[in-house]
């Protein structure tokens, strides 16, 4: 017999708390309009990697591949169950959705291609670092003021407009920037705006999920869509098939783990951004030292379990759904859980997760502009919240210039030893994280008494 007050627990409205039950048939599509948020963008790092990996003197077969994209799907599953309910220290629970990070792209690849063995031991490695920093986040939380955190939000936002630009103008049936690519990236986008702009309630939340199935349904008429990949994924793995694990055997070499670790502390500093935000721009609050530590073992742990066990590359919190959350304030986590459950399923089900495959990058870039721009528009509160007082406009401005500005200059670090140039030139959000950390503990902090002591009535007014 069903409890009364699971009935009363039941609401629509819960979709707004970060605890609370929601209907199920008002759960699932919240939750797949997540997955449909990050699913091309967190295949697309391991597709990448596998493109130039070798493992026992030999490239990767499509069937690996495949398998390895499905093993990519498991995990962002398993990583983001374990951020909303966590296992010990592990998790935040937090709205935070999980996937394969782009950040790690170029060192993996470069790893990679010498053997992928040396890249998982070095995954290994690097993510149990990351996750005793998060263990330990109470010793050293206080140096990463609010004017940082606020800054590597504002970074990340900037950082993927590129991302959600480059989609918008791209599929596989027309060259990049053609007629119909932009067209159906507007039409998507328009739809969003106009759901939006229309609907009532909580339906109004939903318009990621309808701009993606009104921007699906126009790419088909414009033959943008190919069914073929899912009756090639049936051929390769049918319709049920179990996760390979365990498959390629770690090799630790001490130069793989230390360039690969070093990307580790800008993915925590990515994380410790993307929290923040959630808990900004879902929560309206700050977030809280054990949300953070959870989250940072999070990402630590599961990737050194993503590398070891599923033979994959590292996860993280995702950026598109932090601007899916902030945009649509739904930061419900039995809501979100749905969207955590259909990455398990489609892992364990190759044929859903070829279909979710064969979503157009037009289409996603018209729904993913606007989420983008949802992260700059957090990490600008933030940046007010902490106040603009002289001394964090002076750390903003550097690192923005600094940690943005050498992204945008080609060889700027060519004749530095390359890990460096791998870390900074193609990432914004470590330069701005380390500028913005490095002025914030030497810029002095208080206002020297004699200083006090001149202000007056009139120079204040004056200032």
């Not at 969003?192 to 909580?202: D, E, N, R, S, T």
Request: hydrophobic fraction near 50%; aromatic fraction near 10%; proline fraction near 4%.
């Amino acid at each position: 017999m069903r409890d009364p007050n699971t009935k009363q627990e039941a609401k629509i409205e819960n979709i707004y708390k970060l605890d609370g039950r929601v209907p199920i048939g008002k759960a699932i599509p919240f939750g797949l309009q997540h997955v449909l948020a990050m699913f091309v963008s967190n295949v697309a790092p391991i597709i990448l990697v596998a493109s130039v990996a070798m493992y026992d003197g030999a490239s990767f077969t499509a069937v690996e591949v495949a398998r390895l994209i499905q093993n990519a799907m498991m995990i962002a599953g398993i990583g983001t169950l374990i951020q909303l309910y966590p296992l010990w220290r592990i998790g935040s629970r937090l709205p935070v959705v999980m996937g394969v990070s782009f950040t790690f792209v170029s060192a993996m690849m470069v790893v990679a291609a010498r053997d992928y063995g040396i890249m998982i031991g070095a995954i290994i490695v690097g993510g149990c670092i990351e996750g005793i920093l998060g263990l330990t986040v109470k010793y050293w939380r206080r140096f990463v003021a609010p004017i940082v955190s606020a800054c590597v939000v504002t970074t990340i936002g900037f950082s993927l407009l590129g991302v959600g630009i480059s989609s918008y103008g791209a599929s596989d049936a027309f060259e990049f920037g053609s007629w119909q690519n932009l067209l159906v990236g507007t039409i998507t986008l328009a739809a969003c705006l106009i759901f939006q702009a229309v609907a009532k309630g909580f339906w109004k939340q939903l318009y990621v999920l309808f701009g993606l199935v009104v921007g699906y349904i126009a790419a088909i008429c414009f033959g943008m869509v190919n069914f073929d990949s899912i009756g090639d994924t049936v051929g390769e793995l049918g319709v049920i098939s179990f996760p390979m694990m365990l498959h390629y055997m770690p090799k630790f070499e001490l130069g793989a783990i230390i360039s690969v670790t070093l990307v580790f502390f800008v993915s925590a500093a990515e994380t410790i951004g993307d929290t923040t935000a959630v808990c900004t721009g879902g929560l309206g609050r700050d977030i809280t030292e054990k949300e953070l530590s959870g989250s940072l073992c999070c990402d630590g742990f599961i990737s050194a379990v993503s590398g070891g066990l599923f033979g994959c590359t590292p996860i993280t919190s995702f950026s598109q759904n932090v601007g899916l959350v902030a945009m649509t304030k739904v930061v419900n986590r039995f809501t979100i859980m749905f969207g955590a459950l259909t990455l398990v399923i489609a892992g364990l089900f190759p044929p859903i997760g070829a279909f979710f495959s064969t979503l157009p990058s037009c289409v996603l870039g018209g729904c993913t502009v606007i989420m983008f721009g949802a992260i700059i528009v957090s990490g600008v509160t933030m940046l007010s919240q902490c106040g603009l007082d002289q001394r964090n406009t002076l750390i903003a401005a550097a690192s923005f210039a600094i940690g943005i500005g050498v992204t945008q200059v080609d060889g700027f670090f060519a004749h530095m030893p390359q890990v460096i140039g791998d870390i900074f030139s193609g990432n914004p959000v470590a330069g701005v994280f380390v500028v913005a950390m490095v002025l914030s503990l030497a810029l002095p902090k208080k206002i020297e008494l004699k200083d006090i002591d001149a202000l007056t009535p009139e120079t204040v007014e004056k200032k």
